[in-house]
DNA sequence: AAAGGTAGTGACTAATTACTCACAAAAGCG
DNA sequence: CGCTTTTGTGAGTAATTAGTCACTACCTTT
């Protein structure tokens, strides 16, 4: 029982940070509402009167994930666009680690058949960041701060995947702490590839 | 009904391909042995004299994925080191593209909690196929066939998050044909990395 | 061909889980 | 304060699903 009633916004809220939380240490998959209600100390129906139905539910962590996410990839800072891409992928991997459920919760979103509202979510989540990568790798090909051959399709599909992999491999250890110390090395092999100059 | 009984070993093998057929298009969180068994034209009960319970299912498919990845791995070919590493890299996306059921069991295996049977499978998987990797990146930085310079270890990661992240993106795009075209201007500029000669 | 072991059946069960709804109580507004 | 709106309760329910088991039918072996 609530010692305080929530309005809709701040209840709907909560239930975004609280499913974040349980998908840091359960499978998203066997997530119950009765789990998420027992944690916000409030009863299963309670949830039904903020979201139609359980997909309801994801849809706004994915909602919220996509918003927050994008938004500080926007508010990074750098002079060059090698520096901001850096700053992206740190960004990215700082996220993640804070937020280990994220991209469990991700990957099963993308699980889902056909056109799910999740997987929706998910796709237009990635086609938005990589489409900041392009953007990125672009502009840097325009002042000539890497190699002019470099194939920018390939190159963001790599980025995408270092950060993917890397998420990847911690889900696999169950440990993602140790994501941070990788991920400075791992940036510093993709510019080479690029041909970055040093 | 089935037309003919199978020995108990041809059932289990049986069972794995129905699963990653299934899988192919299903969430395999949603695969119910109700499903598994129709499909085999079996009834549910046949299952479980074949498998203990649903999670030795799981484990059988692991198990399979993981021989055989592992035994194409080991019969690639290739003058230098980096040549195979480009054919266990085309194995490997060849591998997903014939049974794009598997990425998505090995995701979902990923998911489990703590220290689940299956988990422990792919984590085994990732160890073996990381081990190869790194086997032949040293032996091609002893043959002066990258840069002295190579960090071995984020090498490695990148190169399973090469595959890791294709199989994501063709997950999320629902479409897995198009992953061999991208895979050999991925594996060039991975290649450009290394600072491998051209 | 008879026997014995093995694969498969089919009907059952116990547990779980998303979702409902009539009612209660808190919040906020004039 | 008193009234309305909105949030939360609690006790359901219907559907689904993994797993069981006594029995049957097939196959192989001698």
Redesign the pocket.
């Known amino acids: ?11 709907r809220a909560a239930t975004v940070e609280t499913v974040i939380g349980l998908a840091a240490a359960t499978n998203p998959a ?6 998420i ?1 027992a944690q916000m ?17 994801w849809a706004a962590v994915m909602d919220w994930t996509a918003t927050t996410l994008l938004a500080r990839f926007d508010a990074v800072t750098g002079v060059t666009p090698i520096e901001r891409l850096r700053a992206m992928f740190a960004t990215h991997i700082d996220f993640v680690v804070t937020h280990p459920g994220v991209p469990r919760i991700l990957f099963g979103e993308l699980q889902r058949d056909g056109d799910a509202l999740g997987k929706m979510s998910v796709r237009a989540l990635m086609a938005a960041y990589r489409e900041r990568v392009t953007n990125l790798l672009t502009e840097a090909k325009a002042q000539s701060l890497i190699a002019e051959t470099v194939d920018i399709p390939a190159a963001a599909t790599m980025f995408l995947g270092m950060v993917q992999g890397l998420a990847m491999q911690a889900m696999a250890a169950s440990d993602f702490t140790t994501m941070p110390a990788v991920s400075g090395r791992l940036f510093d092999l993709f510019c080479d590839g690029l041909g970055v100059a040093k």
């Not at 100390?41 to 539910?57: E, M, P, S």
């Open positions: 029982m609530p010692r305080t009633k929530l309005s809709a916004d701040a209840r066997d997530i119950t509402t009765a789990q209600a100390d409030v009863t299963q129906g309670a949830l039904f009167r903020h979201f139609a139905d359980k997909q309801a539910i």
